[in-house]
Structures are given as C-alpha cells and as structure tokens.
C-alpha cells in the first residue's frame, strides 16, 4: 500500500500533534495530583526549628567569625545538613563537629539545637 | 511576531546582563550599586530594543503565506496553558526548587544578597558541596530581582524560571514562524511543550533550561543573519553575547562556545571563503568575550577548581581511555537518553517517524548555513559531553545517572530548532 505524499504529511502532523498533547495533559493531570503532597524538602517546618537556635549572628559576631560546625547522630551526608546550610546562610555550616560552636542535629533532642564548647571540652 | 521574536530574544538577555551588572559592581564596589545595577541594564534595554526594531524587521525572509489551520494554533494554545498550570503547581509545591534549585542556585543567591560586603564567603572551601566554582547568571539575575524589590521572596527564582521557560518556547516557535511559515512554528512550540521534562525541569529552578535558551538563542541569530548575510552584523556580536552568557550561566557554555565557534568556521569557510569567515568569527567574538572574560575571572580568581577534572592524573586520564567498558556504557547511556530523554512520547523516536514520512526540505535554492550551524554544533557538543565522562573522576554510571538528562534538556531546543528548519512543511509550499 503506497500513499500519497498529502497523506504521509497529514499521518506525520497528527502523529507529532497527539504524541505531543498527550504527554502534556498526562503531565498536567500527574501534577494535579501531586499538588497536595508533601515536599520532600519541607523547608517549613525546618526554618522553625531556626527559631530555637537563638541569634547564631549575634554569637559568632561576639566570637569574630562567621561559620558553625555541624554535628548529628543521623546518616552523615543527609538532606539536614544542606538545608541546614541553605536556612542559615549566610552563615558557613561547616561539616565539622569540632569547632568551638556546632548546630546538633539529634534524633533524640526533637529537631537542631546550638551547642557552644568552651575550649577542652 | 516581530514583537514575540524581539521580546523572546532580549528579555532573557537582559536578565543575563543585569546579573553582568550586579557581579562588576560586587567586584568594584564590594556591594550592589544603582548606577550598575539599575541604569547600566536599562540603558543597554534601550539599546537593544531600538537595535531589535531597526533591524529585524528589515531582515529578508519568505513572506507567511496566510495558513489558516486555526486548529493548530488551538492546540498550541491547549499545550501552553496546560504548561503553565503545571509550571505554577510544581512552583507552588516546591517555592525554592528542587534540590540543585536550592543547595546551589538559591543558596548561593541567598548568600550573596544578605552577607553583604562578605559576599565572597558563598565561595568557601566549606561547602565545596555547592560548587562555588559553577557561574553565576541564575543567582545573580536572583539578586538582582531582589534588590530592585528590597526583599527577599521566593517569587523571584520562579519568576526567572518562568522568563526562560517560556522564552525558550517563544523564541523556538517565533524563529521558525519567521524563517518556515506560521504553521512549523506553532508545531515547533507544540513539540517541546509536549516535553514534559522540559516543563518540571523549567519549573525546578535550576541553571539547565536558561543554558539552553542562550544555545538556542545563539543558534537563532546565526539563522537570522543568514537570512541577508553582511547587512546585519550586529546580529553576530548578539549571537557571541549570548554565547558568552551561557558560559556565564554553566560550565557546559564554555565547550558551547568552542563547539559553536568550530561549527560556524566549518560551515562557513567552504561557502564564502576564509575571510568573510574571519571576519564574522571576529564579530562573534567581539559579542563574547566580556561574559567570557568574567567567567574566567570568577574561575580564576574567586573560587576553588572545579572537581570535574581538576583532580584528574594523567595516568588515570589515559587509563579511562584506554577502558572499552566506558566507551560503551557512555553510547548505551547516550542512546537511552536520545530515545527516552523528553520523558513523553513525543521524542526522538517521533521525530524520526515525522521526518521519514515528510522528508527533507527541498533547499537548493537558499543557503543552509544557520542550519549546518546547528548540526554542527551539536554534534562538536555530543562529542565534547562524551570525552567529558569518558576522562571524569567520579563513578560513571552514577555520575550518567544524574546528569545525563539534564545535559540532553539543554540541547533539547536547539535540536528542534534545526529540525523544524530542516524537514519538510506539511504543505510543500516552503
């Protein structure tokens, strides 16, 4: 069967047009759906936890710096300390739990706590 | 259409330019000054607009014949609002983007907006986790925005999401409404918003899709000025600038720069000879090289290597080459992706299926150099990404696995573009 070149052109056209809408409306229905799930990254509830850290720029101010170390007992490398760092900017969330003022992250203390150490402790 | 084509060319250009502005004048003055921050842009604005109405109008092109296939245009109006509701929902699900979206593009806007004359801390050693060393277009047009408001606001992120966004799909269906009829550029629009990942990934707030409008922009320009070669050279000193911009906007736009400027010369020479290719070479460069210049400087001067290959050994580099695994796991990958990398059904495959049943544009009668561009230029990318993973440091199969979509994304409407100017109008009449 051979068609003609005004039917492969029309074939063409709508196979593109309907290949094209369909995943544009299965994505907007998915997205839909989507709509009322959490995120992931629930910067929310994560930006009131800040608020139990106190005023961290007024302390490192005192102690003439700008960074914070980071410790916790959870899966090292997790999603907590980047968005512990992006919530504190500009302020610099060191991965390192042996400076003299740390932001804990502890499954057992309910969320991040600031922790200052006196030197030899 | 002349006013869609202008719009969609220089809006874009000029977030590119403010956060220009916003970097010499951290540079200069340590802070964000009005008279670079504001009235530089503005007057280049004025500039652009008055250079955009002088001459696009005048460039030669087919005259659109009079297509009244509304129900095309019905669809692309379909294909767009849906686009847009998916765009504000995945914005409103996620006001800071995904993760890149946040931990580096965001973060580093958010670092230099409020630490002041300290603005150089975002490029600390301590969180080499967010790539200090990537460009900074997306977060500085961030800061820009925020500092013409005077607050800090998600609104602002999403707004330049949206700006590229929906200027990639404007710029792509307007250039080819204006170089092949009405009807391939609505159809050109209506395939890549039929491009679902092109849509969550504009909405994600990260550096990929705004990279992918300066290629197709540059790629636009070179077509445009074909279209009456020599009367508008200001064309390619735009297309230079908006090369020079995607550097500005990811690492990816420093083998862009090389590929296109290769691509063109191959394309050129044959026709026109040595000279005039120099010459337009020149131009081209003339446009690029202040983006350039202060991506280097960032590079050079501001922030730590980069860890792709800086930390590369020369017999790890030949040990790499020398593994047939890796050539071959990288094609595999590459062919994955060509097929699957829309993640919709209107891909690669489609495509292929369209243009065997339309066939090829009859061309003899006009040159095709913007189009040659075109492929050139994405093959010398194709092939600089493949050398990339081959010699990269990190595990390969994860490193393919998290970049490798993103990076087809970017060439995404670049490759439409010479598509639609290459394959056959349904109706034979361009």
Redesign the interface.
């Known amino acids: 069967m051979k068609f003609s070149s005004f039917t492969r052109s029309r074939i063409g056209l709508w196979l593109l047009i309907a290949c094209a809408l369909f995943s544009n409306l299965l994505l907007l229905f998915r997205s839909t759906r989507q709509l009322f799930w959490k995120d992931n990254n629930d910067y929310a509830a994560y930006q009131q936890q800040k608020s139990r850290l106190g005023d961290i720029p007024e302390i490192l101010r005192a102690r003439h710096s700008r960074i914070v170390g980071y410790d916790t007992d959870r899966r090292p490398g997790t999603t907590e300390y980047f968005l512990s760092q992006f919530i504190l900017a500009p302020i610099l969330v060191a991965d390192d739990p042996a400076r003299p003022l740390i932001i804990g992250n502890y499954h057992n203390a309910r969320g991040i706590v600031l922790i200052e150490r006196t030197p030899g402790q | 259409m002349i006013g869609i084509l202008s719009t969609a060319l220089l809006l874009p250009l000029l977030m590119g330019l403010c956060s220009m502005a916003m970097f010499i004048s951290l540079i200069f003055l340590n802070r964000p000054s009005p008279l670079f921050v504001v009235l530089l842009p503005l007057s280049f604005c004025v500039l652009a607009v008055y250079a955009a109405l002088r001459w696009l109008p005048v460039i030669g092109h087919p005259a659109a014949r009079a297509q009244r296939e509304r129900y ?1 245009l019905i ?1 692309f109006i ?2 767009s609002a ?2 847009l ?2 765009f504000v ?2 914005s ?5 983007g995904d ?1 890149d979206g ?2 580096i593009w ?2 580093r806007a ?2 230099i907006f ?2 002041g004359e ?1 603005w150089r ?2 490029f ?1 050693p ?2 080499a ?2 790539h200090p060393d990537y460009p900074l277009l997306v977060p500085l047009s961030v800061v820009w925005l925020w500092t013409v408001i005077g607050r800090e606001t998600t609104v602002a992120p999403m707004l330049i999401a949206a700006i590229f966004s929906v200027s990639t799909v404007a710029l792509l269906s307007a250039s080819i409404a204006r170089l092949r009829g009405p009807t391939q550029g609505l ?1 050109a629009g ?2 890549i ?4 990942f092109f ?2 990934h504009g909405a994600s707030q990260y550096a990929d899709i705004p990279l992918g409008f300066f290629f197709l922009e540059t790629i636009v320009l070179f077509a445009l000025y074909e279209q009456s070669p020599g009367t508008s050279p200001w064309l390619l000193v735009m297309s230079g600038l908006t090369a020079g911009l995607s550097a500005w906007t990811k690492n990816e736009g420093l083998l862009f720069c090389l590929s296109v400027a290769v691509a063109r010369l191959v394309a050129v020479i044959p026709r026109r000879g040595m000279r005039p290719a120099l010459r337009e070479t020149a131009l081209f460069i003339a446009g690029l090289i202040i983006p350039l210049a202060m991506t280097f400087y960032l590079k050079i001067r501001l922030v730590p290597p980069g860890d792709l290959l800086s930390s590369q050994e020369p017999s790890m580099l030949m040990d790499h080459l020398m593994q047939p695994s890796r050539y071959a796991l990288i094609m595999k990958t590459f062919l994955r992706t060509a097929i699957q990398g ?5 891909g690669l495959p ?2 292929l ?2 243009f065997l ?2 066939g090829r544009k009859d061309g003899k009668a006009e040159p095709r150099l913007g189009a040659r561009t075109a492929s050139y230029s994405i093959s010398l990318m194709l092939a600089g990404y493949f050398l990339v993973y081959l010699v990269d440091t990190y595990d390969l199969q994860w490193h393919l696995s998290t970049s490798i979509d993103r990076l087809f994304i970017q060439l995404w409407p670049t490759f439409l573009f010479w598509f639609f100017l290459e394959v ?1 109008t ?3 009449e361009l």
Do not use: E, K
């Open positions: 095309i669809i379909i294909a849906a686009a509701a998916i929902f995945i409103w699900r996620q006001p800071n993760w946040w931990a965001n973060m958010r670092f409020r630490s300290n801390d975002s600390s301590l969180i986790w967010s159809l209506i395939a918003l039929g491009a679902p849509i969550q829309t993640r919709g059904a209107a489609v495509l299926i369209y049943l339309l056959r349904h109706r034979t």
